[in-house]
């Protein structure tokens, strides 16, 4: 069960945890922000605001710092995943190589993560 809906997800993770069924967590490393599901999250997808904001302040002291929409992704850290914590669950073996190969390929550009026309709306 993946509930991307940070905080608010929490009580997915909670009947993930109670159903058995495992999770992942969202926006920061889930298993140390939300212990009460720690039981079931194997990882957590991960916003790194820290980076975000250091790489702001830093092209903005730099001078540097252009107005408009700055996105921050895996190209330049600003996402990623965290480590797997919970040894009580036994993933595939080839799991981590997977999402290592993922977001090497987010890194380079190589993956589409968003298919065409991902996000509109056709309004009928």
Same mark, same amino acid.
């Given at each position: 069960?993946?509930?991307?809906?940070?905080?608010?997800?929490?009580?997915?993770?909670?009947?993930?945890?109670?159903?058995?069924?495992?999770?992942?967590?969202?926006?920061?490393?889930?298993?140390?922000?939300?212990?009460?599901?720690?039981?079931?999250?194997?990882?957590?997808?991960?916003?790194?605001?820290?980076? +975000?904001?250091? %790489?702001?302040?830093?092209?903005? &002291?730099?001078?540097?710092? @252009?107005? !408009?929409?700055? /996105?921050?992704?895996? *190209?330049?850290?600003?996402?990623?995943?965290?480590?797997?914590?919970?040894?009580?669950?036994?993933?595939? +073996?080839?799991? %981590?190589?997977?999402?290592?190969? &993922?977001?090497?390929?987010? @890194?380079? !550009?190589?993956? /589409?993560?968003?298919? *065409?026309?991902?996000?509109?709306?056709?309004?009928?």
């Amino acid at each position: 069960l993946f509930p991307v809906a940070g905080g608010t997800g929490n009580a997915a993770l909670d009947a993930a945890c109670t159903a058995n069924i495992l999770a992942i967590g969202v926006d920061v490393d889930q298993y140390l922000s939300y212990p009460t599901a720690d039981k079931c999250i194997v990882t957590s997808a991960e916003k790194h605001l820290s980076s +975000a904001v250091n %790489q702001t302040i830093k092209a903005i &002291a730099g001078g540097t710092a @252009k107005g !408009g929409v700055k /996105t921050f992704d895996a *190209a330049n850290e600003g996402i990623g995943i965290s480590p797997f914590h919970n040894t009580n669950v036994t993933l595939p +073996a080839d799991v %981590q190589g997977k999402l290592d190969a &993922a977001l090497a390929a987010m @890194k380079a !550009g190589t993956l /589409t993560t968003c298919p *065409a026309k991902c996000g509109t709306w056709s309004g009928q």
